[in-house]
């Protein structure tokens, strides 16, 4: 696997991953608190703690992406799980 496409796949992971955990941790919105800011909807969280969703998405991210470089460099497929093979394929008589 090449460094860009290692890059681009970190990304592509990276950005399905926050939006997974964007929802997470929050409490309330502006409206429940009852301090709306100008120009942003009522149903914006209260406090949106950027800076913890982007450390969590980033630690899941580099776990899936080790998950999945290890199991691209160990030759693992679909292949190798029995329960997924078919029943005509399994019988070694046959």
Known sequence: ?????SIALFFMIWWVVLFGVLPFGIKRSQEE?????????????DQPL???????TTAVTC??????????????????????T????????C
């Not at 950027?50 to 969590?56: D, E, H, K, P």
């Open 50 to 56: 950027m800076g913890r969703v982007i450390i969590l």
């Open 1 to 5: 696997m090449s460094i860009a496409l």
């Open 33 to 45: 608190a009852g301090n709306v800011v100008p120009g942003s909807a009522e149903s914006a969280p």
């Open 63 to 84: 776990i899936l992406f080790g998950a999945y470089s290890w199991l691209h460099l160990s030759d693992f497929s679909l292949d190798d799980i029995p329960f997924l």
């Open 86 to 93: 078919p029943p005509s394929l399994r019988c070694e008589k």
